[in-house]
């Protein structure tokens, strides 16, 4: 079984940054983290970047774009979310998650939807205040 924990999480002011980090343990094999979702209680889990398996072909959401960066590291087994310009809107408990696929092209371009995902984090909590 694959487990990611994340860490990272914290108290912002509006405009600061912080760098969340995902560490993934077990059979690793294929089952890399690649993707960052969040989730306040009002709203559903939402999609906030994904990086691709191989390559580092990445996708963001609208509203984070040209403000978070997704990168990972597989030597480490880890997985970050460099987060700037941060803004109330931006809190939210955030998970990382990984697929595991028999199809070698959903490795080939960065994974989008929630649903498409097996493993996933305990969430770590940001909060931004303005």
């Known amino acids: 079984q694959v487990q990611l924990v994340e860490s990272g999480g914290g108290l912002a002011q509006a405009g600061a940054s912080l760098r969340l980090s995902c560490i993934a343990s077990g059979p690793t094999a294929n089952n890399y983290p690649t993707a960052w979702f969040r989730q306040t209680p009002e709203k559903e889990r939402e999609f906030v970047a994904a990086v691709s398996w191989v390559g580092d072909s990445t996708r963001y959401a609208d509203s984070v774009k040209g403000r978070f960066t997704i990168s990972k590291d597989y030597d480490k087994n880890t997985l970050f979310l460099e987060m700037n310009s941060l803004k109330p809107d931006d809190t939210a408990v955030y998970y990382c998650?990984?697929?595991?696929?028999?199809?070698?092209?959903?490795?080939?371009?960065?994974?989008?939807?929630?649903?498409?995902?097996?493993?996933w984090g305990q969430g770590t909590r940001v909060t931004v205040s303005s």
């Open positions: 998650a990984a697929f595991s696929s028999g199809n070698y092209d959903d490795y080939r371009v960065p994974l989008v939807v929630a649903s498409r995902y097996k493993y």
